[in-house]
């Protein structure tokens, strides 16, 4: 857990983009067992007043919202930054998780799915990636965590337009983690495997290789403080990607996946 805010206020002050995803609502629920300030932002107001409910009836100190269609609004990031680092009388945690699968096939015949994959996964969670870390650098303190793919470490023909995204969201992740190391504040990507959210619904669950938002989540919060710059989440898919970049690409040209 981070130091005591300034203002005798909760320890934790945090930011959640994407908050209605199922890894962020995980995530959100862990920190507010530990009594947290939150915002989450998110595109259905509805929904968002929801989620705060239930995130102050399992103790949350304090829960903003703000209805924001994350892509639309990341020019403004830094001024949404300042705004809810006001909101919060601070700022400790970052956390970048909205994402948008889309289809590879259609990504290909379709410039506009193309762009949004890119937009979403990547071009847009660098730009509220940055306006965080910015915070953090002069405070000296804090984290931002963005959650990436292990699509993002081998490009294949299912869904390269998503890991290519996601591979560049992880490598800007990296950069920034180097950046920001001087100053005692840090950054981290969380790279998941295949996690059983609403994003995978059109794919067969179920098995080892499955793991369960909560999983994933206790990854990203235990991110936030501590750990290397990249996590796998879970940690075997670590090993898993070392093999699948390892392949040949005389092997791996022969494989469908
Ligand atoms: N599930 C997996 O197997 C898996 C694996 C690796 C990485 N990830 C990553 O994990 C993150 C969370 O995904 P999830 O699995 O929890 O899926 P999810 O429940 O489908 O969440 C995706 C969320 O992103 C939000 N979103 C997309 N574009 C947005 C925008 N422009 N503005 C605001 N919100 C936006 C969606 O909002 P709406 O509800 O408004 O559509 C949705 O709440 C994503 O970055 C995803 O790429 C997931």
Redesign the pocket.
């Known amino acids: 857990m981070t130091e005591t805010g300034q203002s005798g206020g909760p320890s934790n002050r945090v930011v959640i983009?994407?908050?209605?995803?199922?890894?962020?609502i995980a995530t959100a629920r862990i920190y507010a067992t530990e009594r947290a300030a939150l915002v989450l932002?998110?595109?259905?107001a509805e929904?968002l007043r929801a989620l705060a409910d239930d995130l102050r009836a399992r103790g949350a100190s304090q829960v903003e919202i703000a209805a924001?269609?994350?892509?639309?609004a990341a020019a403004d990031a830094p001024k949404h930054m300042a705004d809810w680092k006001t909101k919060l009388g601070g700022l400790d945690h970052v956390h970048v998780?909205?994402?948008?699968?889309g289809e590879q096939a259609k990504a290909s015949a379709d410039p506009a799915e193309l762009a949004r994959i890119v937009?979403?996964?990547y071009a847009?969670a660098v730009q509220w990636c940055e306006a965080a870390a910015n915070i953090m650098r002069v405070q000296k303190r804090g984290s931002v965590v963005a959650?990436?793919?292990?699509?993002g470490d081998r490009g294949r023909q299912s869904n390269y337009a998503?890991g290519s995204a996601?591979g560049g969201l992880a490598l800007y992740m990296q950069g920034l983690a180097h950046s920001l190391a001087p100053t005692g504040a840090r950054a981290a990507v969380v790279?998941?495997?295949?996690?059983?959210?609403?994003?995978?619904d059109r794919m067969k669950k179920g098995g080892p290789l499955w793991a369960s938002?909560d999983k994933?989540a206790r990854i990203i919060r235990r991110s936030a403080d501590r750990g290397g710059p990249i996590q796998y989440a879970p940690g075997m898919w670590r090993l898993i990607m070392l093999m699948i970049r390892s392949v040949p690409t005389f092997v791996f040209h022969k494989t469908k996946v």
């Open positions: 983009l994407g908050a209605l995803s199922a890894i962020a932002a998110g595109r259905n929904r924001v269609d994350l892509e639309a998780i909205y994402g948008y699968l937009s979403s996964n847009t959650v990436s793919s292990v699509a998503y996601k790279k998941p495997g295949f996690v059983d959210t609403p994003m995978t938002p994933v």
